[in-house]
């Protein structure tokens, strides 16, 4: 089975800065996706940005990117010119490539909560 | 409507009674997911269906839990002889509508409903 683990439970960065976010996670497949998703207090799941394993360039979608580290099973965030709108909890989650007749359900992490200082 | 919809917002109930929580899918999405999410942590996978079928029950923590799905569109997840460890946020995923091109059912995002707080007294 697939775990996902977040180890930072909270992080705190001054509007305008830079944040990392980090993510590992384990499994013995070999195609998956990985997955950022921001859960505001509306408490639904944004997707943020999403990374395939086989593809060896980070992801970015403007102001967030990731860092992709195949070999280690790591799979930071990085939140770059914070905002006041980006204070949130954020989940990093996995899901299978491989085609399962029973769905390919995501995994997540327990989650890190963002805060931004103006 | 334009996203997944989850009813109701809040739902308190007293240890013993029974609870049904809903969700609407968005229109014509095959693939639902429903997660619990207990407080301060992630969502944990309950059971999947694809159209009507449930083809993944594993997540579901006990036999008082029981979801369908049974015309393929919305879906009940029902909760009998509340616990207080039943308490958390219910949420409902969907994705994948039926186009005319190759469907991608196991790759399309999955879009997310506002959840359900369960609160058990």
Request: glycine share 6%; hydrophobic share 30%.
């Amino acid at each position: 089975a697939q775990t996902v683990t977040q180890s930072q439970p909270e992080m705190s960065v001054q509007e305008a800065e830079t944040v990392t976010l980090s993510c590992t996670y384990d499994t013995s497949e070999s195609d998956y996706y990985l997955f950022w998703y921001k859960q505001p207090p509306s408490r639904q799941m944004i997707l943020v940005i999403r990374q395939e394993a086989y593809k060896q360039q980070n992801a970015t979608e403007n102001r967030f990117s990731v860092n992709f580290q195949k070999a280690a099973k790591s799979f930071s965030l990085k939140i770059s010119d914070s905002q006041l709108g980006d204070a949130a909890m954020y989940f990093c989650a996995y899901r299978s490539a491989e085609i399962k007749a029973a769905g390919n359900k995501l995994t997540f992490g327990g989650g890190t909560r963002v805060l931004v200082k103006p | 409507g334009a996203g997944v919809s989850q009813s109701p917002r809040y739902k308190v109930a007293k240890r013993g009674q029974d609870v049904a929580l809903r969700c609407d899918p968005i229109s014509g999405h095959v693939s639902l997911f429903w997660y619990q999410q207990a407080l301060g942590q992630g969502p944990e996978f309950l059971t999947y269906f694809q159209n009507e079928a449930q083809l993944d029950k594993s997540g579901l923590p006990s036999d008082r839990f029981f979801a369908e799905r049974p015309e393929g569109s919305v879906s009940t997840l029902k909760i009998q002889r509340t616990q207080q460890e039943d308490s958390a946020v219910y949420l409902c995923a969907s994705s994948w509508r039926r186009t005319g091109k190759t469907p991608d059912l196991y790759n399309s995002p999955l879009h997310f409903g506002n959840g359900t707080r369960l609160t058990v007294t």
